[in-house]
């Protein structure tokens, strides 16, 4: 099955700060999407990024403060803008093929300072 | 809209028992039902899937039934071992409802198995 790596693993940041997570798939996908889980609870899914256009951004979640790139069908970014404590999260990023379950990377742990 | 709803955890058990965590679900079409297991330290990982009412889902000695009468999917495994403790999601997608392959999770439940 494909592979999705993802990077940084954890990162500890100032707020006000922004960071930027990648995503890497290890094989064409049709579908990427960003999930965000808070600790203790279940993932919401931030958006779905689409190759080449702006993301579709679930409710509750705008592109100024999770901008997404996806330049091609294997790799995408998500961005967490001008962070506070409350963006302390573990992100996740998955993919999906045409004829495929969705899978997912191992997550990014992001603790904001 | 569509949701998910699981049991409680953290669940205990002793090693050998069996186990059984329910999730029930709502959904305004047909949706496909997931099982996903996160192991300590790990992303996401599918366990188990049924596309349509009555399907059974089976992998690793787990077991899931797409119930559209009790709008459940129960994960149910005869006999746990140490190595099954990890959080486990249940999930579904609703394509009829235009909402593509988007997940909609449960809250998962924590399993704990002892020796």
């Known amino acids: 099955s494909a592979v999705i790596s993802q990077k940084p693993s954890r990162d500890i940041c100032q707020r006000g700060t922004s960071l930027t997570i990648q995503c890497q798939v290890d094989?064409?996908?049709?579908?990427m999407f960003w999930y965000r889980q808070q600790p203790g609870q279940s993932l919401t899914l931030i958006a779905t990024?689409?190759?080449?256009?702006?993301?579709?951004?679930e409710s509750g979640f705008v592109i100024d403060k999770f901008p997404i790139s996806r330049p091609n069908l294997t790799f995408s970014t998500l961005t967490v803008s001008n962070m506070s404590p409350e963006d302390s999260s573990i992100y996740l990023c998955?993919?999906?093929?045409?004829?495929?379950?969705?899978?997912f990377g191992q997550g990014t742990r992001l603790t904001v300072v | 809209g569509n949701s998910v709803t699981q049991m409680e955890g953290p669940v205990t058990l002793s090693e050998e028992a069996f186990l059984t965590i329910n999730c029930t679900y709502t959904?305004?079409?047909?949706?496909?039902l997931f099982w996903y297991v996160q192991y300590p330290g790990e992303g996401l990982q599918l366990l188990l899937k049924?596309?349509?009412?009555?399907d059974k889902g089976s992998n690793k000695g787990f077991e899931a039934t797409y119930r559209k009468e009790t709008t459940s999917f129960h994960l149910e495994k005869g006999s746990v071992q140490v190595s099954d403790s990890a959080v486990y999601f249940c999930?579904?997608?609703?394509?009829?409802?235009?909402?593509?392959?988007?997940?909609?999770f449960g809250t998962g439940t924590q399993l704990k198995v002892e020796l």
């Open positions: 998955s993919a999906q093929g045409p004829n495929t379950e969705a899978f």
């Open positions: 094989s064409q996908v049709t579908m």
């Open positions: 990024a689409n190759q080449g256009s702006e993301a579709t951004y």
């Open positions: 959904a305004t079409g047909y949706p496909s």
């Open positions: 049924a596309t349509k009412a009555d």
């Open positions: 999930a579904l997608s609703d394509l009829s409802t235009g909402g593509g392959n988007k997940l909609t």
